[in-house]
Structure formats: C-alpha cells, structure tokens
C-alpha cells in the first residue's frame, strides 16, 4: 500500500495517476477522510483568530458532512444527468477522490500567519477546485475537462443553496421569538 504521506503530495500536485489509483483502491477511504479531516484542522488553525478553538471542531465537523454531501451531489449528477458513454462509477470512488483532492487544504495552517490569512485561503481555494476537477474527470472516466468543471459548478450551485436554506432555517429558529 501506497505511504499515506506520498499520496497526500501527488494529490496535492494533481497527479492524475493518483486519482485513479485511490479510485480503484477501496482501503483507501480512511485516507481520504483523514485528509478531509487534517485539511479542516488546517482550516480551523488557520483562522483561529476569527473562530477560536470552537471554530476547529466545528470546522472539522462541517467539512466531513460537506465532503459527503458534495460528494453525493457530484455522483448524482455525473452519473445521471450528466454522464458519457464510458461513464461507470459508484459513490465510494467520489468519496475517495473527492477526499484527496481536499490535501491543497493543508496549506490553510499558513493563514494563522498575520497579514496572510486571505491570500492563503484564496490559493488554496483555487488549488483545491483543480484538484476537484481532475478527481470528478478521473472517478466519472471523463474524456472531457469541460464536463467535470460543469458537474463542479453545479453540484457547488446546488450545495450552496441548501447550506444557505439550512442556515436561513437554523437562524431563524435561534432568534427568540
């Protein structure tokens, strides 16, 4: 078995053999939480000075149950609306990939750095929607780069609206009446 240390740097480098090397490899679903976890961590402690130590846990939390979700959405509407001919994939490959490609996230621990917690976040931002892409095109055996963006954008559309519905509802029922 591939070191877990080795696979969380070619993801981070966007080794388009590593996606679909954790694709085929159903032991590797641990590993994949654990960098969705680590990267969360690193979420948290970077922006410590805005969310505290409760933020970490919270953090950690929401970025599970939003790795699963986005997850499900990506393979709902890559393998239904939106799949090629080749298309064959199950949920527990979108789990995997979609996991590794979370590792750019480590970078975020810099944002307890001051004056660079913004321009941290933003790069990894963008680093981690590449590694996203390349981890749909390789779990959904796209040949198009295009397509995978297109599931990206509206599996995120999608998560957006019911986060924004969940918190307009949850804040709503927290305000005292």
């Not at 590797?28 to 680590?38: C, D, F």
């Not at 917690?117 to 295009?146: C, E, H, N, P």
Request: proline share 3%.
């Amino acid at each position: 078995m591939t070191s877990f240390k080795d696979r969380v740097i070619r993801a981070a480098k966007i080794d388009v053999h590593l996606y679909e090397e954790v694709e085929a490899d159903t032991g590797a679903m641990g590993q994949a939480m654990g960098i969705v976890v680590l990267s969360s961590i690193a979420a948290g402690v970077g922006s410590i000075a805005r969310g505290g130590l409760g933020g970490i846990l919270i953090g950690t939390l929401a970025a599970l149950i939003g790795w699963y979700v986005w997850a499900y959405l990506t393979y709902f509407i890559g393998t239904k609306f939106l799949p090629e001919p080749q298309t064959k994939a199950d949920f527990g490959e979108l789990l995997r990939t979609i996991g590794f490609s979370s590792s750019p996230g480590l970078i975020r621990v810099l944002g307890i750095i001051p004056g660079l917690g913004g321009m941290v976040f933003l790069a990894a931002s963008i680093w981690m929607l590449v590694a996203m892409v390349v981890a749909v095109r390789q779990a959904l055996d796209y040949k198009s780069t295009l397509r995978a963006i297109g599931v990206c954008v509206i599996g995120w559309i999608i998560q957006t609206l019911i986060l924004v519905l969940l918190f307009s509802i949850l804040g709503g029922a927290a305000e005292p009446g």
